[in-house]
């Protein structure tokens, strides 16, 4: 990696590491609902500043001891819990969240950040399940910043004027495939092209240069 990439990227975000994440459940109730797959992108930029899905790590995950699925959530995502794949690969929870922290541990060193910030269609749900599994595994080094996400069906609401993934994609000119949706591994590269499309689109327009001129002039 160049060595003015990570001052970009660690200066772009003010020292966090966006990290694009989705999940796939047994329902919308982080206590008590599943986490049956969770997918991660890792991003990097290029030496102009464009923001670049870099790595993708996903796994499906063993429902936790208790834990509630819903059969409307398995008819929705098509997720089949008896799938001999699934059973084969499938890991218990707190394995599958150790797994995927590495790489973004280790994408944040290369980056010069502090922390990672998840990126999410809809993120406050993903960032609820996450948090909740990571208290559950009694996992004490969440690289996730607690709270603050950012939120691509809020910001292509404000760009594209779409909020649902797949017509925002669209509209952004991202193909999207609908029989391939709602796989945690599809639809997290899927995001990750829509947040770097925005943000390099913000860029390219001259946001990013005007805001940064507005900075220096506060701190003149």
Same mark, same amino acid.
């Given at each position: 990696m160049n060595d003015i990439v990570p001052k970009l990227m660690s200066g772009r975000f003010r020292g966090f590491l966006p990290v694009v994440v989705d999940l796939e459940t047994g329902g919308f109730n982080a206590r008590t609902d599943a986490l049956l797959e969770i997918a991660a992108v890792t991003l990097t930029m290029d030496e102009q500043g464009h923001l670049l899905p870099d790595e993708t790590f996903s796994f499906h995950i063993e429902p936790f001891e208790g834990a +509630?699925?819903?059969?409307? =959530?398995?008819?929705?995502?098509?997720? @089949?819990?008896?799938?001999?794949? @699934?059973? +084969? =690969?499938?890991? /218990?929870? /707190?394995? =599958?969240?150790?797994?995927?922290? /590495?790489?973004i541990r280790k994408a944040l060193k290369s980056h010069q950040c +502090? @922390?990672?910030?998840?990126? *999410?269609? +809809?993120?406050?749900?993903?960032?609820?399940?996450?948090?909740?599994?990571?208290?559950?595994? *009694?996992?004490?080094?969440?690289?996730?910043?607690?709270?603050?996400?950012?939120?691509?069906a809020t910001l292509s609401g404000l760009v594209y004027g779409q909020t649902v993934l797949a @017509?925002?994609?669209?509209?952004?000119?991202?193909?999207?495939?609908?029989?391939? =949706?709602h796989s945690a591994r599809y639809d997290t590269e899927r995001t990750a092209e829509l947040f770097c499309a925005i943000v390099n689109r913000f860029k390219d327009l001259g946001g990013w240069d005007l805001a940064l001129r507005e900075q220096s002039m506060d701190g003149d």
């Amino acid at each position: 990696m160049n060595d003015i990439v990570p001052k970009l990227m660690s200066g772009r975000f003010r020292g966090f590491l966006p990290v694009v994440v989705d999940l796939e459940t047994g329902g919308f109730n982080a206590r008590t609902d599943a986490l049956l797959e969770i997918a991660a992108v890792t991003l990097t930029m290029d030496e102009q500043g464009h923001l670049l899905p870099d790595e993708t790590f996903s796994f499906h995950i063993e429902p936790f001891e208790g834990a +509630n699925v819903e059969q409307s =959530a398995l008819d929705f995502t098509g997720i @089949r819990l008896d799938s001999p794949l @699934r059973q +084969n =690969a499938a890991l /218990k929870e /707190k394995e =599958a969240l150790e797994e995927i922290f /590495k790489p973004i541990r280790k994408a944040l060193k290369s980056h010069q950040c +502090n @922390r990672a910030i998840l990126v *999410g269609h +809809n993120a406050a749900f993903d960032h609820g399940f996450l948090n909740a599994a990571v208290e559950r595994a *009694g996992i004490k080094r969440n690289p996730f910043h607690p709270f603050s996400s950012f939120d691509t069906a809020t910001l292509s609401g404000l760009v594209y004027g779409q909020t649902v993934l797949a @017509r925002a994609c669209r509209a952004a000119g991202i193909p999207f495939d609908s029989q391939e =949706a709602h796989s945690a591994r599809y639809d997290t590269e899927r995001t990750a092209e829509l947040f770097c499309a925005i943000v390099n689109r913000f860029k390219d327009l001259g946001g990013w240069d005007l805001a940064l001129r507005e900075q220096s002039m506060d701190g003149d």
